[in-house]
């Protein structure tokens, strides 16, 4: 139903090929689509440069898609983030993050990191990079995936791919090939690997065992003598040793009587049995023993007399006895026996004890794990052979598809690397088997709180107690870490499903299913969705009563049949004419696109939010002398470039400067010659914030994205390219603009000239033939002075016009969206700072300090104590709670009431801040005596934790929105309005209209994106594509900048399908978020074409002092005489005798747009508008998105008050608004409004 109605509706669904594949086709989704890919490249026909798009969180679509050996291959992920989630209201789709990663990207790192295998020599084989990834593939399976758990200590946040990294450099020339054959394992080679894989086994093992005697004697290589043990009452030493002891024995003999002698070092040389017994030693002659480092760096032991206590004479009976003692400790050292044994001997002892406590060990591992021993070695064997078998699966299902549908790990451990080996001669010969039913899977996998999800009938069989597989479904159960980190890397310690036990059991209940729920287990099969324009029927309704029919539905959907492998082989590899590297497609990044070199090191790389402790792959960048002097970077102005290395986009140089100068063309319309050059020199401020962005530019790329590109010397200043511009006469261009949001200055080192793949999107065109632009019967807007923004049809063509047949609404539309707009401004204002915090009797410091984020120290932690309503630094307010005009922050009263609860909660806090309001740290003993400081920190946390200031919506400072209530007030003056323009449409004939004054949908991004938007505009939503309906109107209840364009929140007048409802701010189903993009400012008419006629009538602006360069003097609006209005055009007939103020459009208006005031009188003009769309029969054909009849609430009092006022503000125009520049039509002087004739509001 979704597909066959987005197919039937929108335009970017018409071109593709829709494939569905259910639930009742088994298999998982993302190896369905690997299975397509598969088959299609096998094919003789198939682009070797098609583009992959991968939708999903699962770390193993890297691994599919590597393994595709497509380099033009993305993955799509939404951001995931952890820690506490806030319970604020959930963001519309369009307001959330996400990330696309490219695979040429990670295949371009992967190759610098075996790069060295590529050089003379390295191998014995010719060197395949493609044969690297399959290999890489295999080593990933062993730091887990979903089908196989990791083999013991090997985990990715401890370094384990890079081990892995090491060892295969290490082993491949050993192996005379690679190991991963297409799918298919060579054990042979798979051994040498796990040999020496097997090695961080032992490291780990020694990690545990470090402080062990007999280890350290193994590393010695000697019998462990360094435990000081009796033999028939005798201390047993070797020579060494008594070499040392003699050392220590002669240092504790001189030591002064009224003094103490340096300390005794001993060299770094001795061996580790030696130095445990000095260690010994020192702790019976009653010495201080520690470990120090030398000035070459290496550490040795250091000995020293402990202080000697004051001089007492009551002390001198307890000396004596500490000289006796120390005399006897001499004495039985002096007496030690001598035992020394052969390095041979010594180093057979202990690897023979080496060996005995390393099977211990992992004997220790088996036992805790799988509850039996290394002696049991049938176990071990089964366990080894299943492993391997598992490697050998999961490589056959990402390579060619499922081989066995039974076969499963049986494990929930792996076994010990040294121990995989065991399993090489495992059995490989998978059988195919029979997949699941839907209900058999879902059996198998769900626990039995989840039954509902099953048919009833089975649901005994998972909680009763009698239920033969009762015990699949336990409530308790054990979580084993592991080695991990997090709670949910655990293994999770159920039962695995006995296949035949299943399918036994729920083969007694199957005669119990209904005939529906029978057939929802059946099997399926892949269904495919094509556009066909000749298509009209009536597709029938998923859910009835709910869903309505699609009419004039054009879906058709047939079989769905994989690509043909008759006498064909899986192709695996890249496909001859693929394009890498500087050759990638547009959009598909390449370190290759500047020289440059790659090299492992610790770089203290910083991506999430802490510097990097492991080694990095660093990029530099070459031939930095060349790139990035300044007369290079001069030969760049005027000139489109490509900027964002690696991740290219075309910009246009329009300034480059170096510390000293800017450099920018005299003639911006002619090349880049010395003589077309003009410096500008630097002040102070200017070379200082230069040297600050040099350095910020450098910093990022070195610490963010691990690439040096040394000091920069020149800059470059770009305008980006935002998209292509229509002309009037048809031609599509490009145009290049400042975007806010996104950077324009650019280290000259790090720019790409030029391109080997354009952009297909933004190519410029030649205006096409009118016929072919416009078609007969094809949609568009109308743009003219009257029914601005009005849906039209393409009746004909006539000497190079259009005629159109546009449809229009009688019955005019008021302005309720900023009457309702405004009346919400005055009803919730915000205050200065400066007035809350004399309303509050605090110091203005101490309310910035409280509103944003406020630092104590306590316990060693900084705790953040602030209200967190203001993010001066990133640019951010809180909604309904704080905002930033000119005058600075301003403050709600919902924000002053949670300051003034602060306050009253915490008055010590608050009193001993107001003492210091210019300080800069705080200590929780500044604000409370010490015993109870702490705790009084907590207190306080808890109670901001309480009122949930965290979970407050943060939102750019630019970013407006309007409170539910507000939005339902919009609502119903909608509904109102439609009530009475229902039967009000008619179609209207228009010839000879030019083709800059129609818009097609599919320009609407080109031509729309400089369009400014207030809260209250009405609009009208002009694409054929995305989930709201083409020709919907709506109003305006929110705006949001992100860096690519800016997001509108719009609450519609009729409800829709894919509809939200804004967070809870509106009706269900009324609400949606776009981008300006995709509709047209209705209030604001920015895109208005205009007759030549109309155009000379207009008398252009005259440039005065205040109006050249933005103007000056004091603030708001300034005013002067200005030129009578021009003659009213087809306003109505009661407008005649009004006295309204009408529309200027010659204002000399500073500080806002003359068009955009807010006026109190009635309002001017009605601009036509509907809210249907008689072409798709939007409301006609879904009765069940009809509005309910509103007829008999009356309408906001707003609309229909009486207003004689004369209007304040800056009026919106329109025909004769408030105080303010046109919109529309040009009503003489009166109080604003469409008046009658005694100059009351109609």
Same mark, same amino acid.
């Given at each position: 139903?979704?597909?066959?109605?987005?197919?039937?509706?929108?335009?970017?669904?018409?071109?593709?090929?829709?494939?569905?594949?259910?639930?009742?086709?088994?298999?998982? &989704?993302?190896?369905?689509?690997?299975?397509?890919?598969?088959?299609?490249?096998?094919?003789?026909?198939?682009?070797?440069?098609?583009?992959?798009?991968?939708?999903?969180?699962?770390?193993?679509?890297?691994?599919?898609?590597?393994?595709?050996?497509?380099?033009?291959?993305?993955?799509?992920?939404?951001?995931?983030?952890?820690?506490?989630?806030?319970?604020?209201?959930?963001?519309?789709?369009?307001?959330?993050?996400?990330?696309?990663?490219?695979?040429?990207?990670?295949?371009?790192?992967?190759?610098?990191?075996?790069?060295?295998?590529?050089?003379?020599?390295?191998?014995?084989?010719?060197?395949?990079?493609?044969?690297?990834?399959?290999?890489?593939?295999?080593?990933?399976?062993?730091?887990?995936?979903?089908?196989?758990?990791?083999?013991?200590?090997?985990?990715?946040?401890?370094?384990?791919?890079?081990?892995?990294?090491?060892?295969?450099?290490?082993?491949?020339?050993? @192996?005379?090939?690679?190991?991963?054959?297409?799918?298919?394992?060579?054990?042979?080679?798979?051994?040498?690997?796990?040999?020496?894989?097997?090695?961080?086994?032992?490291?780990?093992?020694?990690?545990?065992?470090?402080?062990?005697?007999?280890?350290?004697?193994?590393?010695?290589?000697?019998?462990?003598?360094?435990?000081?043990?009796?033999?028939?009452?005798?201390?047993?030493?070797?020579?060494?040793?008594?070499?040392?002891?003699?050392?220590?024995?002669?240092?504790?003999?001189?030591?002064?009587?009224?003094?103490?002698?340096?300390?005794?070092?001993?060299?770094?040389?001795?061996?580790?049995?030696?130095?445990?017994?000095?260690?010994?030693?020192?702790?019976?002659?009653?010495?201080?023993?520690?470990?120090?480092?030398?000035?070459?760096?290496?550490?040795?032991?250091?000995?020293?007399?402990?202080?000697?206590?004051?001089?007492?004479?009551?002390?001198?009976?307890?000396?004596?006895?500490?000289?006796?003692?120390?005399?006897?400790?001499?004495?039985?050292?002096?007496?030690?026996?001598?035992?020394?044994?052969?390095?041979?001997? @010594?180093?057979?002892?202990?690897?023979?004890?080496?060996?005995?406590?390393?099977?211990?060990?992992?004997?220790?591992?088996?036992?805790?794990?799988?509850?039996?021993?290394?002696?049991?070695?049938?176990?071990?064997?089964?366990?080894?052979?299943?492993?391997?078998?598992?490697?050998?699966?999961?490589?056959?299902?990402?390579?060619?598809?499922?081989?066995?549908?039974?076969?499963?790990?049986?494990?929930?451990?792996?076994?010990?690397?040294?121990?995989?080996?065991?399993?090489?001669?495992?059995?490989?010969?998978?059988?195919?088997?029979?997949?699941?039913? !839907?209900?058999?899977?879902? $059996?198998?996998?769900?626990?039995?709180?989840?039954?509902?999800?099953?048919?009833?009938?089975?649901?005994?069989?998972?909680?009763?107690?009698?239920?033969?597989?009762?015990?699949?479904?336990?409530?308790?159960?054990?979580?084993?870490?592991?080695?991990?980190?997090?709670?949910?890397?655990?293994?999770?310690?159920?039962?695995?499903?006995?296949?035949?036990?299943?399918?036994?059991?729920?083969?007694?209940?199957?005669?119990?299913?209904?005939?529906?729920?029978?057939?929802?287990?059946?099997?399926?099969?892949?269904?495919?969705?094509?556009?066909?324009?000749?298509?009209?029927?009536?597709?029938?309704?998923?859910?009835?009563?709910?869903?309505?029919?699609?009419?004039?539905?054009?879906?058709?959907?047939?079989?769905?049949?994989?690509?043909?492998?008759?006498?064909?082989?899986?192709?695996?590899?890249?496909?001859?004419? =693929?394009?890498?590297?500087?050759?990638?497609?547009?959009?598909?990044?390449?370190?290759?696109?500047?020289?440059?070199?790659?090299?492992?090191?610790?770089?203290?790389?910083?991506?999430?939010?802490?510097?990097?402790?492991?080694?990095?792959?660093?990029?530099?960048?070459?031939?930095?002398?060349?790139?990035?002097?300044?007369?290079? %970077?001069?030969?760049?102005?005027?000139?489109?470039?490509?900027?964002?290395?690696?991740?290219?986009?075309?910009?246009?140089?329009?300034?480059?400067?170096?510390?000293?100068?800017?450099?920018?063309?005299?003639?911006?319309?002619?090349?880049?010659?010395?003589?077309?050059?003009?410096?500008?020199?630097?002040?102070?401020?200017?070379?200082?914030?230069?040297?600050?962005?040099?350095? /910020?530019?450098?910093?990022?790329?070195?610490?963010?994205?691990?690439?040096?590109?040394?000091?920069?010397?020149?800059?470059?200043?770009?305008?980006?390219?935002?998209?292509?511009?229509?002309?009037?006469?048809?031609?599509? =261009?490009?145009?290049?603009?400042?975007?806010?949001?996104?950077? +324009?200055?650019?280290?000259?080192?790090?720019?790409?000239?030029?391109?080997?793949?354009?952009?297909?999107?933004?190519?410029?065109? %030649?205006?096409?033939?009118?016929?072919?632009?416009?078609?007969?019967?094809?949609?568009?807007?109308?743009?003219?002075?009257?029914?601005?923004?009005?849906?039209?049809?393409?009746?004909?063509?006539?000497?190079?016009?259009?005629?159109?047949?546009?449809?229009?609404?009688?019955?005019?539309?008021?302005?309720?969206?900023?009457?309702?707009?405004?009346?919400?401004? /005055?009803?919730?204002?915000?205050?200065?700072?400066?007035?809350?915090?004399?309303?509050?009797?605090?110091?203005?410091?101490?309310?910035?300090?409280?509103?944003?984020?406020?630092?104590?120290?306590?316990?060693?932690?900084?705790?953040?104590?602030?209200?967190?309503?203001?993010?001066? +630094?990133?640019?951010?307010?809180?909604?309904?709670?704080?905002?930033?005009?000119?005058?600075?922050?301003?403050?709600?009263?919902?924000?002053?009431?949670?300051?003034?609860?602060?306050?009253?909660?915490?008055?010590?806090?608050?009193?001993?801040?107001?003492?210091?309001?210019?300080?800069?740290?705080?200590?929780?003993?500044?604000?409370?005596?010490?015993?109870?400081?702490?705790?009084?920190?907590?207190?306080?946390?808890?109670?901001?934790?309480?009122?949930?200031?965290?979970?407050?919506?943060? =939102?750019?400072?630019?970013?407006?929105?309007?409170?539910?209530?507000?939005? $339902?007030?919009?609502?119903?003056?909608?509904?109102?309005?439609?009530?009475?323009?229902?039967?009000?449409?008619?179609?209207?004939?228009?010839?000879?209209?030019?083709?800059?004054?129609?818009?097609?949908?599919?320009?609407?991004?080109?031509?729309?994106? &400089?369009?400014?938007?207030?809260?209250?505009?009405?609009?009208?939503?002009?694409?054929?594509?995305?989930?709201?309906?083409? %020709?919907?109107?709506?109003?305006?209840?929110?705006?949001?900048?992100?860096?690519?364009?800016?997001?509108?929140?719009?609450?519609?007048?009729?409800?829709?399908?894919?509809?939200?409802?804004? &967070?809870?701010?509106?009706?269900?189903?009324?609400?949606?978020?776009?981008?300006?993009?995709?509709?047209?400012?209705?209030?604001?008419?920015?895109?208005?074409?205009?007759?030549?006629?109309?155009?000379?009538?207009?008398?252009?602006?005259?440039?005065?002092?205040?109006?050249?360069?933005?103007?000056?003097?004091?603030?708001?609006?300034?005013?002067? !005489?200005?030129?009578?209005?021009?003659?009213?055009?087809?306003?109505?007939?009661?407008?005649?005798?009004?006295?309204?103020?009408?529309?200027?459009?010659?204002?000399?208006?500073?500080?806002?747009?003359?068009?955009?005031?807010?006026?109190?009188?009635?309002?001017?003009?009605?601009?036509?508008?509907?809210?249907?769309?008689?072409?798709?029969? =939007?409301?006609?054909?879904?009765?069940?998105?009809?509005?309910?009849?509103?007829?008999?609430?009356?309408?906001?009092?707003?609309?229909?008050?009486?207003?004689?006022?004369?209007?304040?503000?800056? &009026?919106?125009?329109?025909?004769?608004?408030?105080?303010?520049?046109?919109?529309?039509?040009?009503?003489?002087?009166?109080?604003?409004?469409?008046?009658?004739?005694?100059?009351?509001?109609?």
């Amino acid at each position: 139903y979704f597909i066959a109605k987005k197919v039937s509706e929108d335009i970017d669904w018409q071109g593709p090929e829709i494939v569905l594949s259910g639930h009742e086709v088994p298999g998982e &989704g993302e190896h369905k689509i690997m299975e397509y890919i598969r088959k299609a490249k096998s094919q003789p026909d198939y682009d070797p440069n098609v583009r992959h798009c991968l939708y999903g969180l699962d770390a193993d679509l890297i691994m599919l898609g590597l393994l595709s050996h497509d380099p033009h291959f993305c993955l799509l992920r939404e951001e995931v983030t952890f820690g506490r989630q806030s319970k604020a209201k959930s963001k519309e789709l369009e307001h959330q993050n996400f990330y696309l990663m490219h695979l040429c990207i990670v295949r371009e790192y992967l190759e610098l990191e075996f790069q060295e295998l590529k050089e003379p020599g390295a191998l014995g084989f010719a060197f395949d990079m493609e044969r690297v990834i399959d290999d890489f593939i295999l080593m990933a399976f062993f730091v887990g995936n979903d089908f196989l758990p990791n083999l013991p200590h090997l985990h990715i946040n401890e370094g384990a791919l890079a081990l892995m990294f090491g060892v295969y450099k290490k082993i491949l020339p050993l @192996a005379k090939g690679y190991i991963n054959e297409g799918g298919v394992i060579n054990l042979d080679r798979l051994s040498i690997l796990l040999d020496e894989l097997s090695h961080v086994e032992f490291r780990h093992f020694e990690a545990e065992n470090a402080d062990a005697s007999w280890f350290k004697g193994k590393q010695t290589g000697r019998e462990d003598v360094m435990v000081r043990t009796k033999n028939k009452g005798k201390v047993v030493m070797t020579s060494s040793q008594k070499e040392v002891y003699a050392r220590v024995r002669q240092y504790v003999n001189s030591r002064p009587a009224d003094s103490e002698p340096a300390p005794l070092d001993l060299p770094a040389s001795l061996p580790a049995r030696d130095r445990k017994f000095v260690e010994d030693l020192a702790d019976s002659l009653h010495l201080q023993w520690k470990s120090v480092v030398d000035d070459q760096g290496e550490r040795h032991l250091q000995l020293s007399f402990f202080p000697r206590p004051p001089s007492d004479d009551s002390d001198d009976e307890e000396d004596e006895e500490a000289q006796t003692a120390l005399l006897r400790v001499v004495k039985r050292y002096d007496n030690a026996e001598i035992v020394d044994v052969s390095a041979e001997e @010594a180093q057979e002892q202990m690897t023979k004890k080496y060996d005995e406590k390393f099977a211990q060990w992992k004997d220790t591992y088996y036992k805790s794990k799988f509850e039996w021993g290394t002696e049991n070695e049938e176990e071990l064997r089964k366990l080894t052979e299943n492993y391997v078998q598992g490697l050998q699966w999961v490589l056959y299902y990402y390579y060619q598809g499922v081989v066995s549908w039974p076969w499963y790990y049986g494990y929930h451990y792996s076994p010990m690397i040294s121990d995989v080996k065991k399993g090489l001669k495992a059995n490989m010969d998978f059988k195919l088997g029979q997949p699941f039913r !839907p209900y058999q899977q879902l $059996m198998g996998v769900l626990p039995d709180r989840s039954k509902t999800i099953v048919p009833d009938v089975y649901h005994p069989l998972m909680t009763s107690p009698d239920s033969p597989i009762i015990d699949f479904y336990p409530r308790d159960f054990d979580l084993d870490m592991n080695g991990k980190k997090m709670e949910w890397e655990a293994v999770v310690k159920i039962p695995f499903i006995d296949e035949q036990r299943l399918l036994s059991a729920m083969a007694t209940r199957d005669h119990l299913l209904t005939d529906a729920q029978r057939a929802r287990n059946e099997f399926g099969v892949s269904l495919k969705f094509t556009y066909a324009a000749e298509m009209n029927y009536t597709y029938p309704s998923s859910l009835p009563g709910v869903f309505p029919d699609i009419p004039n539905c054009k879906c058709v959907e047939n079989i769905f049949e994989l690509p043909t492998m008759e006498g064909l082989d899986v192709y695996i590899g890249l496909v001859e004419g =693929v394009k890498l590297g500087e050759d990638a497609l547009a959009g598909f990044p390449s370190l290759r696109t500047l020289p440059t070199t790659g090299t492992l090191g610790f770089h203290g790389v910083n991506v999430f939010q802490q510097e990097s402790r492991n080694e990095s792959m660093v990029v530099t960048l070459m031939n930095v002398e060349e790139t990035s002097s300044i007369e290079h %970077a001069k030969l760049k102005l005027g000139k489109a470039i490509h900027v964002g290395y690696p991740f290219l986009h075309e910009a246009k140089v329009v300034k480059v400067s170096d510390e000293l100068f800017d450099y920018v063309l005299t003639n911006p319309n002619a090349e880049a010659t010395p003589n077309n050059i003009e410096a500008i020199p630097h002040g102070a401020p200017e070379i200082s914030n230069w040297k600050k962005k040099a350095s /910020r530019i450098e910093n990022v790329y070195s610490k963010r994205l691990g690439v040096i590109i040394s000091d920069v010397e020149a800059m470059v200043h770009v305008e980006m390219l935002v998209g292509l511009r229509k002309t009037d006469e048809g031609a599509t =261009v490009k145009e290049y603009a400042a975007v806010e949001g996104l950077e +324009a200055d650019y280290a000259a080192q790090a720019i790409v000239d030029e391109v080997v793949s354009e952009d297909q999107r933004f190519l410029e065109k %030649a205006a096409l033939p009118l016929e072919e632009e416009f078609p007969l019967n094809s949609r568009a807007f109308f743009l003219g002075d009257f029914n601005y923004g009005r849906p039209a049809l393409v009746d004909g063509h006539e000497n190079g016009k259009v005629n159109i047949r546009v449809n229009t609404v009688k019955v005019r539309e008021p302005d309720f969206g900023h009457q309702i707009a405004h009346q919400a401004e /005055r009803q919730f204002p915000y205050k200065p700072a400066f007035a809350v915090a004399k309303e509050l009797n605090l110091h203005p410091l101490v309310l910035s300090k409280l509103t944003a984020s406020f630092r104590v120290n306590s316990s060693g932690l900084q705790l953040n104590l602030g209200l967190n309503l203001k993010f001066e +630094a990133r640019k951010m307010k809180v909604l309904g709670y704080s905002r930033k005009s000119e005058r600075g922050w301003e403050y709600s009263q919902k924000a002053i009431d949670l300051i003034a609860t602060y306050m009253t909660k915490f008055p010590e806090f608050v009193a001993r801040i107001q003492a210091n309001p210019s300080g800069d740290v705080f200590n929780d003993t500044d604000f409370y005596p010490a015993d109870i400081a702490k705790e009084k920190m907590k207190e306080i946390g808890a109670w901001l934790k309480s009122v949930e200031t965290k979970s407050l919506e943060r =939102v750019p400072l630019d970013a407006e929105q309007m409170n539910s209530d507000t939005v $339902m007030a919009l609502e119903r003056a909608a509904e109102h309005y439609l009530s009475l323009s229902a039967n009000q449409i008619e179609d209207k004939i228009m010839n000879g209209v030019p083709r800059h004054a129609l818009l097609k949908p599919s320009d609407a991004e080109q031509r729309l994106g &400089g369009q400014r938007f207030a809260l209250g505009d009405r609009i009208v939503y002009v694409q054929d594509s995305g989930r709201v309906p083409i %020709a919907s109107r709506g109003t305006v209840v929110g705006i949001t900048k992100t860096p690519r364009t800016t997001m509108l929140d719009v609450v519609f007048d009729y409800s829709f399908m894919s509809g939200t409802s804004l &967070g809870d701010r509106c009706s269900p189903f009324r609400g949606s978020t776009v981008p300006v993009t995709s509709v047209l400012n209705l209030s604001d008419r920015q895109c208005i074409a205009e007759s030549k006629a109309a155009a000379q009538k207009r008398q252009p602006p005259k440039q005065t002092p205040l109006t050249v360069n933005g103007g000056y003097g004091p603030p708001q609006e300034q005013w002067r !005489p200005a030129n009578a209005p021009p003659p009213l055009r087809g306003s109505f007939s009661g407008a005649m005798g009004g006295r309204g103020r009408g529309g200027h459009d010659n204002l000399p208006i500073r500080g806002g747009n003359p068009n955009r005031g807010r006026g109190r009188g009635g309002r001017g003009g009605y601009t036509i508008v509907d809210n249907s769309d008689p072409m798709e029969n =939007v409301v006609r054909n879904n009765l069940a998105f009809r509005p309910q009849n509103m007829s008999a609430v009356p309408p906001p009092a707003i609309l229909n008050n009486d207003y004689r006022g004369r209007g304040r503000g800056r &009026g919106r125009g329109g025909e004769g608004r408030g105080r303010g520049g046109p919109r529309g039509g040009h009503a003489p002087r009166g109080r604003g409004g469409a008046v009658n004739g005694t100059g009351h509001s109609s």
